[in-house]
Nanobody, 125 residues
């Protein structure tokens, strides 16, 4: 059974930093590209960042470029999202997802096969 479990969400103030983690089990993690997405209330789920299977390629949404960093630890089957200079607009439920096309860096949700349940990040001004 494939599981993606996000953690690290919570309350933050504008300007703070936070790190999300996503622990993956039940699949060959090193073969998958991994992505982070987010969904704010009343909005569609949107792409945040993605990383290829062996940490060669990354892609970021313009809204987070320069502030967020995606990384992965293949031996630990975990992907991370380091979020710096948080803004109230970053408030959302954050989801990690697995894309079986390991060298693909794509922000299209349809490319991702497995999804976590999400972790809430709330940033106050």
């Amino acid at each position: 059974q494939v599981q993606l479990v996000e953690s690290g969400g919570g309350l933050a103030q504008a300007g703070d930093s936070a790190r999300l983690s996503c622990a993956v089990s039940g699949l060959d993690f090193s073969r998958y590209a991994m992505g982070w997405f987010r969904q704010a209330p009343g909005k569609e789920r949107e792409f945040v960042a993605t990383i290829s299977r062996i940490d060669i390629l990354t892609l970021y949404a313009d809204s987070v470029k320069g502030r967020f960093t995606i990384s992965r630890d293949n031996p630990k089957n975990t992907v991370y999202l380091q979020m710096n200079s948080l803004k109230p607009d970053d408030t959302a439920v954050y989801y990690c997802a697995a894309n079986p096309r390991g060298f693909e860096t794509d922000g299209d949700t349809r490319r991702y096969e497995f999804w976590g349940q999400g972790t809430q990040v709330t940033v106050s001004s």
